[in-house]
Structure formats: structure tokens, C-alpha cells
């Protein structure tokens, strides 16, 4: 089943580029949004989040917060 | 052919089996480690969370030996293509050690992902992470406005006011990122003087939207749902201060990540792991340690990266001469 995915992020975040590699790796499509040019992006970022720093992947509406391969894994069942 | 799951690594370890070595760490120190040991076919694993250590963040590595000029997510790829290419290596990634004890013939190793691993030797290649304040609010308001990475978040901060504390070049350079996008940035340095290259003061110091703060000890994050402001104390005058702002990016150095030995080797008053420096042995018969969780004087990629060839070969130099004295050094 496609999952809907969402990643925030800004193009100098290393750990944004690892995870848009990682879904790359897996052929997992994503849908990615620049909050530094984005204001929209950005506030719905927070809004969602409750916080400030990226990467924030949304998965079918689960947040995570950074690039953390294991529970990237588990949330896609890879 | 159906591709291995990158979690169980090169192979998954076998039960009831010995290793001669495990390698805790995937940053320079780490990868050259496991090809050299790869290379003398060791019995070894490389358990990491990921590759390229701390450098992983750099937009450019510029004297790493042989490369002109690399990303470090290049970077990362690059040890990490190095160290699959060997034949004979099991790698634990994404994975992280969380206890060390000795056993009969070595030591055991219990991993996050609840994997065990006996093994003769350890070498510990596990660097550092970002020091924190150690101030009310910090951690409560930890990516609500307080930041350790100014290359990732800086953006965020577009129009708002933010403080960066630490006036050393990680300092310097994250308000060189910032003032792209802040309205103002405040430099906040606990000694009488900034401590980064000069060349890089007199670029910040020459923008108007930047305020540098001397002598200044941070006492406290404010804030409910994120960072408003913050308090810090004049260690001139004695004043407790407050400025009010958006977000603050600390830059105050690293502590080496050696939790998971603690208790078994000896230690340096900075926390790093005490080595003797001609071989790389802990106080600890049958651990090693290089690179930055290590006592070495210059922290530094090539450093770790050779220091941990040293302790390889003195690994295999130790396993040979067996078979039971296993290393450490007494001083």
C-alpha cells in the first residue's frame, strides 16, 4: 500500500538529503517541501510538529523529527 | 537476487561465535579500521548508527588526504562504500552498542537492536556529540528554538532574532549561517575574547545585525512553547541579563561518546578515553580506542583514521602473541 509522505526541509540540512536519499534507496515516493522559501510549508511544519528544527517527515500523519533510519524502517515496514 | 536488509549488515553474526574484533563507530577512525582489518581477515564487526562521523554535517571536507574538496555526505559514502567492499566484514547498521561486560575469553556486547556479540577485543572509534549548556529550559525547548545544527535550521529563523553562544569557529560560522536569513544575531562568548579565526571575526564583526556579548555565562532558556528569550550572567560585573528572542544555536563544543565503557576504562579529566599513544590501548586489557572519544591531542578525521590503523594492527599483533595477554598498558 502507497503511503503518503511528506518531507520539510531545507536544501543545506544534511540529514534532510540523507533521508530523501534513504526513500530514494527504497523507491519510496515522497513529497518534499523547502521551508526556507516556503512560509506556508514552514508554519504547517510547526504546526504539526510542535517544534522548529528538520527534518520532519510526515508519514499518513505520524511526525518524526530528524533522520532516524531505524524508525524510518519500522513506520514503513521495510 | 534479493538485496540484504541493511540492519542485519554483511551478514548477520552467527551464534556462539567469537569475534577477534569489534569496531564501535563509523566515522573515519571506524571505516579505516574495519578495512584494515577486513584486509588481515579478522574475525570482525562494525557496529554503528551511521557513517561518516562528525563531519557528516560539513558542506566541505577540504584536507582529507587525496580529495581536494568533499561533501561530508560524500564523505559518508564514501567510507561506507569502502567498508562493504570488503569481503569479510559483518556490518551492524543502524545499530548502537548500549553496554560492554567482560566475559571469560573478551567481552560481551549488547546493542540497541537487541543483537549480543562476544568478542577477544574492542576498538572504541565513537567520537563525540555537541556539548550542551547544561541550563534550565534547554532541554524542554531542545528544537523549539534551541538548535545545534545552524547549516540545518538556520532558515527557520528567517526574520527573527536569534543567539548564538560560543565564540570559536563552529560559533563563528553558524552566525555567518544565520545572518542569511536573522534579523539580528547575538554572539555570545563566555571568555574576554572570541576564539575563532580571525578572518571570520572581522566578517561577523563588520555586519551590523550582529552583536557580540564578552564574558557572558548562560544561566537560563525562557520560554513556554518555545524559546522567548534568555538569561545570562555578566561575569564582569555579576548582572544577571536577559535578552528576548526566538532561537539559540549552541556552539560550545563536544564531549566524547564513551558511556558504554565508562566503567571499564580509564578515563582523561575531559572524559576522553586514557590510550597509550604508540599502540592505542585503553587502561582496559583487550580495548582499544582512537579518533575523537579517545585522549588524542588533535581532533581530527586523518588522525583518527591513522590512529585507528595503529590500534588494528596492534589488535592483530596482540591476538597473534596470545594467546591470553590481551593488550592494555599500566601507567
Not at chain 1, 42 to 68: A, C, H, W
Not at chain 2, 152 to 167: H, L, R, S, T
Amino acid at each position: 500500500m502507497t503511503k503518503n509522505i511528506k518531507i520539510y526541509s531545507t536544501p543545506t540540512c544534511v540529514y534532510c538529503k540523507m533521508a530523501k536519499e534513504f526513500f530514494k534507496k527504497n523507491n519510496v515516493e515522497y513529497t518534499e517541501f523547502n521551508v526556507a522559501e516556503d512560509e506556508k510549508a514552514r508554519e504547517e511544519m510547526v504546526q504539526k510538529s510542535q517544534q522548529l528544527g528538520v527534518p520532519v517527515i510526515d508519514i499518513d500523519g505520524k511526525i518524526t523529527v530528524g533522520f532516524n533510519e531505524s524508525e524510518l524502517k519500522k513506520a514503513l515496514n521495510l | 537476487m534479493e538485496a540484504r536488509p541493511a540492519s542485519a549488515g554483511r551478514g548477520s553474526p552467527a551464534y556462539n561465535m567469537m569475534y577477534d574484533l569489534v569496531i564501535v563507530g563509523g566515522g573515519p577512525g571506524g571505516a579505516a579500521a574495519g578495512v584494515y582489518a577486513a584486509r588481515k581477515k579478522m574475525k570482525v564487526a562494525l557496529i554503528t548508527e551511521s557513517f561518516g562521523g562528525q563531519s557528516v554535517v560539513s558542506a566541505g571536507i577540504e584536507n582529507w588526504i587525496g580529495t581536494k574538496s568533499v561533501s561530508g555526505l560524500d564523505f559518508a559514502k564514501m567510507l561506507e562504500e569502502h567498508l562493504r567492499a570488503q569481503e569479510d566484514i559483518d556490518l551492524l547498521q543502524p545499530d548502537l552498542v548500549e553496554k560492554v561486560e567482560k566475559a571469560k575469553n573478551g567481552f560481551t556486547i549488547s546493542t540497541k537492536e537487541g543483537k549480543k556479540l562476544e568478542t577477544k577485543t574492542i576498538l572504541v572509534t565513537t567520537g563525540s556529540s555537541r556539548k550542551k549548556l547544561g541550563v534550565p529550559g534547554e532541554k524542554e525547548l531542545d528544537a523549539k528554538g534551541v538548535s545545534y545544527c545552524s547549516t540545518c535550521d538556520a532558515p527557520i529563523f528567517k526574520n527573527k532574532v536569534v543567539a548564538v553562544i560560543g565564540g570559536g569557529n563552529a560559533g563563528l560560522e553558524a552566525v555567518v549561517d544565520l545572518l542569511a536569513y536573522a534579523t539580528k544575531v547575538y554572539l555570545l562568548e563566555y571568555g574576554d575574547k572570541l576564539k575563532g579565526d580571525p578572518i571570520t571575526q572581522e566578517k561577523i564583526e563588520k555586519d551590523k545585525k550582529v552583536e557580540i556579548i564578552l564574558n557572558a555565562q548562560t544561566t537560563k532558556i525562557l520560554g513556554d512553547k518555545f524559546v522567548a528569550g534568555f538569561k545570562y550572567k555578566d561575569l564582569k560585573s555579576g548582572q544577571e541579563k536577559e535578552l528576548k528572542l526566538d532561537g539559540i544555536f549552541v556552539e560550545i563544543g563536544a564531549v566524547p561518546n564513551i558511556s558504554f565503557v565508562k566503567d571499564l576504562v580509564k578515563l582523561s579529566a575531559y572524559g576522553e578515553i586514557a590510550v597509550d599513544h604508540k599502540t592505542q590501548q585503553t587502561s582496559q586489557p583487550g580495548i582499544w580506542a582512537a579518533g575523537d572519544s579517545s585522549d588524542v591531542l588533535y581532533k581530527q578525521n586523518n588522525i583518527s583514521a591513522g590512529d585507528a590503523v595503529k590500534a588494528v594492527l596492534n589488535i592483530y599483533e596482540t591476538l597473534n602473541k596470545e594467546g591470553g595477554t590481551r593488550g592494555g598498558y599500566t601507567k
